[in-house]
Protein backbone atom coordinates (compact mmCIF):
# COMPACT_ATOMS: atom_id res chain seq x y z
CA UNK A 1 0.00 0.00 0.00
CA UNK A 2 1.25 3.63 -0.48
CA UNK A 3 1.85 6.23 1.55
CA UNK A 4 -1.43 8.04 -0.07
CA UNK A 5 -3.16 4.59 0.29
CA UNK A 6 -1.72 4.72 4.07
CA UNK A 7 -2.96 7.98 4.32
CA UNK A 8 -6.94 7.26 3.49
CA UNK A 9 -6.68 4.39 5.27
CA UNK A 10 -5.67 5.40 8.57
CA UNK A 11 -7.95 8.77 8.00
CA UNK A 12 -11.14 6.16 7.37
CA UNK A 13 -10.13 4.29 11.03
CA UNK A 14 -9.93 7.21 13.03
CA UNK A 15 -13.19 8.16 11.75
CA UNK A 16 -14.98 5.45 12.26
CA UNK A 17 -13.28 5.27 15.94
CA UNK A 18 -14.34 8.87 16.84
CA UNK A 19 -17.82 7.28 15.92
CA UNK A 20 -17.74 4.83 17.71
CA UNK A 21 -16.73 6.88 20.87
CA UNK A 22 -19.27 9.96 20.30
CA UNK A 23 -22.60 8.45 18.78
CA UNK A 24 -21.87 4.41 19.61
CA UNK A 25 -21.62 1.68 17.42
CA UNK A 26 -25.05 1.11 15.75
CA UNK A 27 -25.51 4.72 15.06
CA UNK A 28 -22.48 4.65 12.99
CA UNK A 29 -22.51 3.46 9.19
CA UNK A 30 -19.83 3.28 6.67
CA UNK A 31 -21.71 6.14 4.67
CA UNK A 32 -20.93 8.36 7.42
CA UNK A 33 -17.58 7.38 8.43
CA UNK A 34 -16.73 8.22 4.65
CA UNK A 35 -18.24 11.48 5.02
CA UNK A 36 -16.42 12.28 7.79
CA UNK A 37 -13.02 10.97 6.42
CA UNK A 38 -13.37 12.78 3.15
CA UNK A 39 -13.26 9.89 0.96
CA UNK A 40 -16.28 8.27 -1.47
CA UNK A 41 -18.65 5.54 -0.04
CA UNK A 42 -16.86 2.96 -2.86
CA UNK A 43 -13.48 3.87 -1.77
CA UNK A 44 -14.18 3.00 1.82
CA UNK A 45 -15.01 -0.09 0.91
CA UNK A 46 -12.21 -0.75 -1.11
CA UNK A 47 -10.54 -0.49 2.31
CA UNK A 48 -13.30 -2.18 4.78
CA UNK A 49 -16.11 -4.38 3.82
CA UNK A 50 -17.67 -3.15 6.54
CA UNK A 51 -18.06 -1.55 9.83
CA UNK A 52 -17.45 -4.72 11.51
CA UNK A 53 -14.02 -5.15 9.47
CA UNK A 54 -13.36 -1.53 11.77
CA UNK A 55 -13.65 -3.33 14.97
CA UNK A 56 -10.44 -5.03 14.51
CA UNK A 57 -8.98 -1.73 13.90
CA UNK A 58 -10.21 -0.90 17.40
CA UNK A 59 -8.63 -3.76 18.83
CA UNK A 60 -5.12 -2.61 17.73
CA UNK A 61 -5.60 0.64 18.75
CA UNK A 62 -6.66 -0.13 22.57
CA UNK A 63 -4.41 -2.44 22.98
CA UNK A 64 -1.53 -0.33 21.91
CA UNK A 65 -2.40 2.37 23.65
CA UNK A 66 -2.80 -0.13 26.33
CA UNK A 67 0.62 -1.15 26.20
CA UNK A 68 2.18 2.04 25.69
CA UNK A 69 0.34 3.00 29.18
CA UNK A 70 1.15 -0.35 31.30
CA UNK A 71 4.29 -1.52 30.87
CA UNK A 72 6.76 1.33 31.33
CA UNK A 73 4.65 1.46 34.74
CA UNK A 74 5.34 -2.15 35.49
CA UNK A 75 7.68 -2.79 38.69
CA UNK A 76 10.40 -5.04 38.34
CA UNK A 77 10.47 -7.22 41.05
CA UNK A 78 7.17 -6.83 42.25
CA UNK A 79 4.04 -9.21 43.03
CA UNK A 80 2.54 -10.33 40.80
CA UNK A 81 -1.02 -8.56 42.07
CA UNK A 82 0.56 -5.25 42.22
CA UNK A 83 1.38 -5.67 38.53
CA UNK A 84 -1.68 -7.16 37.13
CA UNK A 85 -4.17 -4.63 38.90
CA UNK A 86 -2.23 -2.54 37.09
CA UNK A 87 -2.43 -3.99 33.77
CA UNK A 88 -6.09 -4.69 34.45
CA UNK A 89 -6.88 -0.89 35.53
CA UNK A 90 -4.89 0.60 32.18
CA UNK A 91 -6.57 -1.53 30.17
CA UNK A 92 -9.96 -0.38 31.73
CA UNK A 93 -8.77 2.96 31.54
CA UNK A 94 -8.43 3.21 28.17
CA UNK A 95 -11.47 1.09 26.89
CA UNK A 96 -13.65 3.52 29.22
CA UNK A 97 -14.58 6.24 26.48
CA UNK A 98 -15.73 3.30 24.20
CA UNK A 99 -18.41 2.08 27.21
CA UNK A 100 -21.46 2.65 25.39
CA UNK A 101 -21.05 1.09 22.64
CA UNK A 102 -19.87 -2.24 24.64
CA UNK A 103 -23.70 -4.26 24.79
CA UNK A 104 -23.35 -3.57 20.89
CA UNK A 105 -19.90 -4.61 20.40
CA UNK A 106 -20.39 -7.82 22.18
CA UNK A 107 -23.57 -8.63 20.04
CA UNK A 108 -20.33 -8.52 17.33
CA UNK A 109 -18.03 -10.71 18.83
CA UNK A 110 -19.37 -13.29 20.70
CA UNK A 111 -20.68 -15.94 17.89
CA UNK A 112 -17.98 -18.22 17.06
CA UNK A 113 -17.86 -17.15 14.02
CA UNK A 114 -17.88 -13.85 14.12
CA UNK A 115 -14.51 -12.60 12.32
CA UNK A 116 -14.86 -9.95 15.17
CA UNK A 117 -14.51 -12.55 18.44
CA UNK A 118 -11.26 -11.95 19.91
CA UNK A 119 -10.74 -15.93 19.51
CA UNK A 120 -10.44 -15.32 15.43
CA UNK A 121 -7.54 -15.55 13.46
CA UNK A 122 -8.66 -11.92 12.15
CA UNK A 123 -8.41 -10.78 15.71
CA UNK A 124 -4.17 -12.87 16.18
CA UNK A 125 -2.28 -9.46 15.69
CA UNK A 126 -4.49 -7.71 18.06
CA UNK A 127 -4.56 -10.59 20.83
CA UNK A 128 -1.13 -11.43 20.24
CA UNK A 129 -0.21 -7.67 21.53
CA UNK A 130 -2.37 -8.52 24.65
CA UNK A 131 -1.01 -11.95 25.24
CA UNK A 132 2.51 -10.65 25.46
CA UNK A 133 1.54 -7.37 27.21
CA UNK A 134 0.54 -10.19 30.20
CA UNK A 135 3.68 -11.83 29.54
CA UNK A 136 5.77 -8.92 30.65
CA UNK A 137 3.82 -8.50 33.55
CA UNK A 138 4.18 -12.10 34.57
CA UNK A 139 8.22 -11.98 33.49
CA UNK A 140 8.53 -8.38 35.91
CA UNK A 141 6.65 -9.99 38.83
CA UNK A 142 8.29 -12.33 41.83
CA UNK A 143 7.42 -14.85 43.04
CA UNK A 144 7.41 -16.70 39.27
CA UNK A 145 4.33 -19.40 38.85
CA UNK A 146 5.52 -23.01 38.65
CA UNK A 147 7.19 -24.09 35.97
CA UNK A 148 4.67 -26.24 34.44
CA UNK A 149 2.43 -23.11 34.51
CA UNK A 150 5.17 -20.38 33.20
CA UNK A 151 4.20 -20.98 29.48
CA UNK A 152 0.15 -21.12 30.05
CA UNK A 153 0.25 -17.86 32.33
CA UNK A 154 -0.27 -15.02 29.76
CA UNK A 155 -3.17 -16.90 28.35
CA UNK A 156 -4.31 -17.64 31.75
CA UNK A 157 -4.06 -13.83 32.39
CA UNK A 158 -5.23 -12.76 29.33
CA UNK A 159 -8.72 -15.24 29.68
CA UNK A 160 -9.00 -13.25 33.15
CA UNK A 161 -8.62 -10.29 31.28
CA UNK A 162 -11.68 -10.94 28.94
CA UNK A 163 -14.00 -12.17 32.06
CA UNK A 164 -13.23 -9.12 33.48
CA UNK A 165 -14.07 -6.82 30.37
CA UNK A 166 -17.30 -8.66 29.66
CA UNK A 167 -18.41 -7.94 33.44
CA UNK A 168 -17.20 -4.23 32.58
CA UNK A 169 -19.49 -4.07 29.18
CA UNK A 170 -22.90 -4.49 31.20
CA UNK A 171 -21.40 -2.93 34.73
CA UNK A 172 -23.50 0.14 34.85
CA UNK A 173 -22.51 1.80 38.33
CA UNK A 174 -21.30 5.49 38.11
CA UNK A 175 -17.77 4.91 36.17
CA UNK A 176 -17.82 1.21 36.46
CA UNK A 177 -17.01 1.15 40.17
CA UNK A 178 -18.06 -2.39 40.62
CA UNK A 179 -15.27 -3.78 37.69
CA UNK A 180 -12.88 -1.74 39.65
CA UNK A 181 -13.70 -3.60 42.72
CA UNK A 182 -13.33 -6.57 40.68
CA UNK A 183 -10.41 -5.67 40.04
CA UNK A 184 -8.94 -4.92 43.23
CA UNK A 185 -10.13 -8.41 44.46
CA UNK A 186 -9.34 -10.69 41.85
CA UNK A 187 -5.31 -9.59 41.68
CA UNK A 188 -4.53 -10.55 45.36
CA UNK A 189 -6.00 -13.35 44.29
CA UNK A 190 -4.10 -14.76 41.07
CA UNK A 191 -1.12 -13.52 42.94
CA UNK A 192 -2.03 -15.82 46.31
CA UNK A 193 -3.03 -18.89 43.20
CA UNK A 194 0.59 -18.34 42.00
CA UNK A 195 2.42 -18.39 45.20
CA UNK A 196 0.40 -21.73 46.00
CA UNK A 197 1.23 -23.24 42.64
CA UNK A 198 4.97 -23.46 43.64
CA UNK A 199 4.09 -26.07 46.55
CA UNK A 200 4.60 -29.62 46.01
CA UNK A 201 1.16 -30.25 47.32
CA UNK A 202 -0.12 -27.72 44.34
CA UNK A 203 1.54 -29.70 41.81
CA UNK A 204 -1.83 -32.06 40.49
CA UNK A 205 -4.05 -28.97 40.42
CA UNK A 206 -1.35 -27.14 38.27
CA UNK A 207 -0.87 -29.79 35.65
CA UNK A 208 -5.08 -29.68 35.81
CA UNK A 209 -4.98 -26.18 34.82
CA UNK A 210 -2.71 -26.86 32.25
CA UNK A 211 -4.41 -29.31 30.94
CA UNK A 212 -7.76 -26.93 30.53
CA UNK A 213 -5.67 -24.41 28.83
CA UNK A 214 -3.91 -26.55 26.19
CA UNK A 215 -6.79 -27.40 24.36
CA UNK A 216 -8.03 -23.49 24.45
CA UNK A 217 -4.12 -22.33 23.23
CA UNK A 218 -4.52 -25.00 20.48
CA UNK A 219 -7.38 -23.44 19.13
CA UNK A 220 -6.26 -20.01 19.07
CA UNK A 221 -4.05 -19.00 15.82
CA UNK A 222 -0.84 -17.04 17.20
CA UNK A 223 -2.30 -16.96 21.14
CA UNK A 224 1.14 -17.67 22.44
CA UNK A 225 3.30 -16.25 19.96
CA UNK A 226 4.99 -13.27 20.90
CA UNK A 227 3.92 -10.51 18.22
CA UNK A 228 6.50 -9.29 15.60
CA UNK A 229 7.36 -6.01 16.97
CA UNK A 230 6.40 -6.18 20.27
CA UNK A 231 8.29 -3.91 22.72
CA UNK A 232 9.85 -5.79 25.43
Not at 2 to 25: C, I, N, W, Y
Request: charged share 20%.
Amino acid sequence: MGARGAATRDKLVESSLAMFREDGFEATTMRRIADAAGVSLGNAYYYFASKDDLVHELYLVVQREHRALAIPRLRQGAPLAENLALVLHTGLDVMTPYHRFGGAFVQVALPASSRASPFSLESAQARGLAIDLMRQAADASRPRPASALRERMPMLLWLAYLGITLHWVVDSSPDQARTRRLVDGVAPIVGRAVRLSRLPVARGLVDDVVGLLAPASASTPTAAATPAGASR
